[in-house]
């Protein structure tokens, strides 16, 4: 229904790297590059709401890590899980703590969790 654009809002919402950008539907979910007429820029209030993008996790979790003398979680859908695992696999200054063995609290489960806490103490890297 060509009406149902006309209900809602567009939104426009960068890449990665901020050089280009696209418009999103919140009704209809539909995806432009051309501005429609009625677009809203998202607020500070609910780029907030959306999270931290995936390419300035490392930089937000370092600054927790140090500054905050805290240790960071990360949730997130399966797929930006999917890729921050493989970063942190790989990653030299980070220990991966998978809680998907989480499902049912048992005392194996709680043991593996408790070592990589530790060794994520002991070794200085970001948990």
Known sequence: DPRALER???????DASGARHMFVHNYTRDITDTRPKNCFDLSQKEKRLLGTPITELPVVL??????LKKIPL?????AACHAWKNYATYSQD??????????RVNERSLEECR???????KNGTKL
């Open 74 to 78: 990360v949730y997130g859908t399966e």
């Open 62 to 67: 370092q600054r927790i890590h140090q500054q």
């Open 94 to 103: 980070s220990h991966l703590l998978d809680t998907g063995v989480l499902k």
């Open 8 to 14: 809602g809002r567009w939104y426009r919402l960068e």
């Open 115 to 121: 070592r990589s806490i530790v060794a994520a103490m």
